[in-house]
């Protein structure tokens, strides 16, 4: 079986996401040939030894200007041409904003679905079966994909990135391509990325402010607990979305990975996109609304005014 | 100009379906069905041009518990008009079948300008409808947007990315997926859209209006289908404070932490 990974790049290096897919499909689909697929301009040299390290045995590179930024459909014109070159059983590509933009697409014009979202993978014997949480993660769908083209996008971090790695220097393959003024209809303008980057990675505190928070200004008191604590200030993104703090404090699917000791969330909702982005061994909620899903995360919670019981919770500490 | 909005009736996820056969509906009341969130901010995006460019807005429901409540909100909203769309013999799991019968639902309606959907479902997702449409329609689209700025014969548009956003420009025909960030807030119905909405005659449609080949919407016709669904059960055993003075609360819970012995501070 012939397995190809959309490898993608973040940060300008290979993102997390798809070395662990790697990993991943080299587990449980131990005879099977793995190739990754990466398109960009200016591809690096470390990025293709990267891949091969982490277990693709070929890598296809389209290196063109038009591949510079994602944009949908000279990525689906990409991947459709590898395809057609490789044959592959399964398609796989992290679910970031452009993984699963672009996988649904290439599948449709082929006739077939996709598996989106998917936190696992498993095979038995002939059957191969996708899992995906559901329902705000209260149910697991189980799904197969019928046909012998499958398409699958992970959702981010569901898979492990092998600490140690044996793969080798895969064999690289360039491929041709040419775009017409019709694949070419959306443009990129520009990217905006937060100037400051901040790493909430080993922050063992992290104080969150949710929409709840209410403003910039009110931010204040969510910093002075977090300097208190000896911590740092996290958000959601529907702050950073309203400017209220940079992007740099962003947790969760589109932002920072946390796995602080403590994590107090306040005038946080429990939105999966920001709950996915957090291992806390402890959760303290603070909401006002009883029913909001952060209390199911929660392991401490008050249901209260977040503007009333933060100050008290700080001045209580201090004393 | 002319804007589709495609929107879902989902049973509100606050609503546990835990311990109860996840499609025995039985237990759902009326007050219990919503329209997606997503889909309202979608919603909200095609309300603003009709406001600004006087766009007529037509919402679409397939399928659904009770679709007539969802649409008609969307009436109250302030749409022109909605359809609801019902045909038993319709495969809804596969994205890649509702992308076929959305396919038609625009080919039939005719003359459509943009298509507005939420960026997921939240009940049951596919994740993959509106990326699945734009390529069965060939229209130019853009996902997960945040914000539409109109220039003079383009739209601008700001979307969702790893880490901050991205501004992309599209042509003024194509498709906008919808997420919840501020620019797409849903408004609330109004009193006059609530009465407008009570009066409005919504159109049924099934296979007899859209005739599509029943043999390419239909279960055996899917490429993706479920296999099982179960229960994650997240039974936290959590210590939740409310109703009582704040300040009780507050120090209730320190005390609590310092029982369990967590250490709030580093
Ligand atoms: C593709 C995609 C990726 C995304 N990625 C991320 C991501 O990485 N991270 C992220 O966070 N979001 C992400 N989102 C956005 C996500 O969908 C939600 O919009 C966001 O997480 C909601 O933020 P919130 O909880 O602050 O706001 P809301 O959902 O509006 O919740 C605000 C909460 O505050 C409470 N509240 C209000 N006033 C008070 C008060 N005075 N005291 C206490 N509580 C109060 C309310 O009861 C409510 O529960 C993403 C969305 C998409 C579509
Ligand atoms: N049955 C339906 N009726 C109308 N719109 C739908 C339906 N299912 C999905 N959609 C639209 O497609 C979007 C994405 O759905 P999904 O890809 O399943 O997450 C939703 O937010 C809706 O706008």
Redesign the pocket.
Known sequence: MKILVFAQIRDDKIEENTLGILNKVNEVFKDSEISASLFGSNIKEEWIKQLGVHGAKKVYTIDVPELEYYLSRPNVKALSKVIDEIQPTIIIAAGTVYGEDLLPRVAIRRGVSCAQRITDITKEGEEILFYTPVRDDQAMKVQKITGDIKFVTTRTGAFFVNENPTGEEPEVISVDITFEEKDLLVKHVEIKKAEVTVNLKDAKVIVAGGRGVGGKDQFAILKELASILGGQIGATRACTDMNWVEETYEIGQTGQSVSPDVYIAAGISGAPQHISGIKAKTLIAINTDEGAAIFNYADYGIIGDLHIILPLLKQKISD | MKII????QIVNPQVKLQGVDYFDTSRISEDDLII?P??KN?LEGALKLKDSESAEVTA?????IKPSKAVREAIAMGCNDAVE?VDDNYY?ED?MI?AKI?SKIVEKIGDVDLIF?????QSS??????AMLAELLDIPSVLYAEEIEKTVDRFRISHVLEGGRKIVEMPMRGLI?CTDSQYFVPRYTSMRGILTSKRAQIPQWSNEDLKLDEATVCENAASLTVSSFSNIVIEKDSYILKEEEPDEMVDKLLAKLKEDNIKLGV
């Open positions: 909005v495609f929107i879902r997606n997503f889909d979608a679409i429901c397939v399928g659904g769309v809804l994205p509702l959305y959907t939420g960026c997921e479902e997702s596919s994740y993959a409808v509106p997926s």
